[in-house]
Each structure stands twice: as C-alpha cells, then as structure tokens.
C-alpha cells in the first residue's frame, strides 16, 4: 500500500520565480494539506483540499495557491519566491470519512526541500 | 487561536533510561491531539491520535496519554534507534481550525548507547 508521495525531493530557485509542488496521496485518501516547516520548527499550516476546492486557509499570502485533481493528487504554487520561503514543505493526506465515522489523522510524505536563493 | 508548547526542546538519554516528553495545548474544543516522530530531513512519521481526557495509547516502547491541558510522552527503556524529534500537533473543534493541524516546536530526543 503506497503511502504519501512527493516530487521532487529537492528543487533550488531564484528569488521573483515561481515554483510547482507535487502530492500523491495514500491509497483511499480524498484530502490533501500542505504545510511549511522552517528548520527547528514544526510544520505550518498553509491549505487543505477537498473534493477539488480548498476548504480551509492558513495565514499564508496568495503568493500561495494550490489545486486538487479529481484523482485526489494536489499541487502547491508559490509566485515570486522570497529568501524566506525556503523550507521543507510537507504533503499530509486524510480520509474525512471511513466506516460511517470522521477520522482526521493525517499522514505525512517524505516532503520537498525548497531552497531559494 | 489554537497554541501548542512542547518541553524539553531537547533531551539526552541513556539508553534504557525512562522518560517524559510534554506537550501543552489551548484550544477551543479538543478534536483530537496527535502525536509524531519525524527524523532528520524526513515527514513526519504518525504515531498515535487521542480524542478524549484519560485516553491512553501504547506502541513498543511508547505511552502517550491526555488530560483536558496536556498531554505527554512517555518512553520506557529507550534505544538509540528512538532518536528523532517528537511532535505534537492539535485539532480543534471551531469551524475555523477544524482541519487544520497545529503543531508545536518539537522536542529533540537523542538516547546514547
């Protein structure tokens, strides 16, 4: 059973440039958050896709945005790259429902480091 | 706004030695606290979800339990393979942070052999 998956690994750009994340999510999940985290802190949150809309927003700009697949996949956008926007950012998948009951546990991919310069 | 604060931010442990990791929330309505290992460069790694004060959860070497303001770790003869940071993250029960997940810094656990 795949888990979460994330492409690619690491990516280095210049600042003012755009940059395109990937999310695959577990096998039977149909939600995607994506997260921030700076070293030595832990993951913020920036958004949450659900049934192909975003369903909930982080204090993150809308140099930010994003998009759900119909196949549950998800991208992370950020225009015009800041220094401080490098960082690992992380892809957690859920499933809302499952057996009649709302489960909210979310698995983490192995992230994509950012490094912007 | 929801808060977490973890304690220690880092901790040194003999192998086999026992300890506590704490984890202090504020939130709205408890949805749920989880609990996470998260190794150098890597996602973090789900451990346990607790819902409810008084609810306790084992795995291996691992005890995580809940009261209404925090919630703790608890490592019973660890090994240095349980090196990692441990996070603890919250799900409130209001609209506005019913998704999201807040987090706290993390705590560092190194066990030497």
């Known amino acids: 059973d795949a888990g979460v998956t994330q492409s690619p690994t690491h990516l280095i750009k210049t600042r003012g440039q755009q940059v395109t994340l990937r999310c695959s999510p577990k096998s039977g999940h149909d939600t995607v958050s994506w997260y921030q985290q700076a070293l030595g802190q832990g993951p913020q949150f920036i958004f949450q896709y659900y049934e192909e809309e975003e369903r909930q927003r982080g204090n993150f700009p809308d140099r930010f945005s994003g998009h759900q697949f119909p196949n549950y996949s998800s991208e992370l956008n950020v225009n015009a790259l800041l220094l401080g926007d490098s960082a690992l950012y992380l892809c957690?998948?859920?499933?809302?429902?499952?057996?009649?009951?709302?489960?909210?546990?979310?698995?983490f991919g192995p992230g994509t480091r950012l490094t912007v310069l | 706004e929801d808060q977490v604060t973890q304690s220690p931010e880092a901790l040194r442990l003999q192998e086999g030695e026992s300890s506590s990791l704490n984890c202090s929330y504020t939130?709205?309505?408890?949805?749920?606290l989880f609990w996470y290992r998260q190794d150098p460069g890597k996602g973090p790694e789900f451990l346990f979800t607790l819902y409810s004060a008084g609810e306790e959860k084992e795995k291996e070497r691992l005890k995580a339990t809940l009261t209404k303001k925090e919630s703790f770790l608890h490592i019973t003869a660890p090994k240095p393979e349980d090196s990692a940071t441990y996070l603890c993250?919250?799900?409130?029960?209001?609209?506005?942070?019913?998704?999201?997940?807040?987090f706290g810094s993390g705590t560092q656990l190194t066990v030497l052999p």
């Open positions: 939130v709205s309505g408890l949805r749920g």
């Open positions: 957690a998948s859920s499933l809302v429902w499952s057996s009649g009951l709302r489960t909210d546990t979310q698995y």
């Open positions: 993250a919250v799900q409130g029960a209001t609209s506005g942070s019913a998704r999201q997940l807040t």
